[in-house]
Structures are given as structure tokens and as C-alpha cells.
């Protein structure tokens, strides 16, 4: 598998928390190099360490290895999300060597713009209830603890890390409700930015929608599903799992594909 690109996008790392799946980002970050390394928010989490902090030393070992990047060719840059929305007052700034930006402008390797962000600009749009978000925030808690109990047990079982929160997710149709009206909101975006394209991430879902020429690309999350979006030297956009096993996931849509019209928000 190739380990070398022009670019690669992550987000949703949640530094600071239990959940973050530290090692396999660590061992993600040591495997794979890249010009410009898009930390795309939700990087350190915040909000949660306000509370309680957890930053073991694979945590430490993380940032540490972007820091080592940056200084050692790397371009990084660094687009804080609403978990880590403390560091936009750094907007416009370069932190050792680390390039603190708003959102950015992505151009691929074929001369396609991107706009890049971290996508809670879009929460207002997805219009979920406040209450909706703190009933999901805590069943997403409990998910996320049985996920961490179901891959113990299958590391026990010499199996590679499997997803439980991502599995339910994909068979929730609410969720995917969500996750449509979501999308959707990015693709318009694009269309008053005139782009190509949009990146970002915040819903913790890896994926690709192609509609009317423009391109959505999320680059998923480091808590559950361990997903990265990376752009090959010839600029095709792909995505890719990372575990024991790595693999690609999707590779950029070349039509149109499953276009059904989200229902509006009720
Ligand atoms: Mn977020």
C-alpha cells in the first residue's frame, strides 16, 4: 500500500479524551508522509479536558511527531474545530513551524480548488436540536465505552479493530438523514464558494458525494473509524482506513452516484 502522498486530511482526533484512538493515529502518523499535512479540527479536545483531562503519553508522542514534521519539511496546517475552536483566535498565526488557519484552500495536483474546514459551520444548517445533541452525545459516550470492550475482546482474538459505533451508525436512518442533510449543505457551499470541492469532517463519517461537478471529501474521524483522506501525487482523492490491516475505503466518485432528495428537517 502507498505510503507517500501530496496530502493528507485528518480530523476528529479528540486528543484529550479516552476515546481517541491514539495508537493507531500514532502508528498512521509514523507510517505515512506527506508536503501538507491538513489537521482539519476537533484535533485536541477542549472541551472535554475543561472537565477531565486525558493525555497519555501516546497523546504527548502525537503532537510531538506533527511538531517533528512541520520543522522537518512538512507543511502542517492546523484548522481548529468547535472542540478545539479555543485556537481560531490564532487564525492567521505559524506556531512552531504550524500554520494556524480558519479554513483554507486546498489546490490538488490537477489544478482542483478546495475549500477546507471543519464543518460545524454547518450545524445551524443540519438544524439538530440542542437536545437532540446532548442525548446523542451521551449515547454516543456509552457506545464508544462497549466499542473499547468489543475490541479488547477481539484483540484478545488476534482480530484487527472493528468499528461497533460506525456499524450501528450506518444502520440508523436517522443518522444517515443526518449525514444527507449535512452533505448537501457542503455541496451548496461549494457552489457560492465556486469551488470544486469541499473537505472537512466533525460528523465522524468518511465520505465522498458527487453531485452537478462539485465534490464533497470527509475525512472521518480518529475516535471510532480511524479514516484518513489523502491526495495522490496525480491529485486523485482517496480515503483510507487505518489499523493492524489498512486499506482503502473509496477512491473519489467518478459520476453522479445514489442522488436521492433529502427530506427536509422536521
Ligand atoms: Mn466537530
Known sequence: MQRSFRAVFISDVHLGTPACQAQHLLDFLECVSCRTLYLVGDIIDLEHMKSRAHFTDTHHKIISLIMEKARSGTEVIY???????????????????IKIRKNTLHRTADNRSFHVSHGDEFDHVV????????VG??????????NGGVNKLRKAMHLPYWSLAGYIKEN???AQQFIGRF???ALQACRSLQVDGYICGHIHYASFNRQSGVLYCNDGDWVEHCTALVETFQGELKLMHWSEQPR???????????????????
Open 137 to 146: 452525545e451521551k449515547a454516543h459516550d456509552s457506545m464508544l465505552w462497549l
Open 79 to 97: 484548522i481548529p474545530g468547535n472542540h478545539d475552536a479555543f485556537f481560531r483566535q490564532l487564525a492567521g498565526q505559524t506556531i512552531s513551524g
Open 183 to 185: 452533505e448537501q449543505a
Open 172 to 174: 440508523l436512518g436517522k
Open 127 to 134: 438544524q439538530i436540536s440542542p437536545l437532540a445533541l446532548l
Open 248 to 266: 482503502w475505503i473509496a477512491s473519489e466518485p467518478e459520476e453522479e452516484i445514489n442522488w436521492q432528495p433529502i427530506p427536509a428537517a422536521s
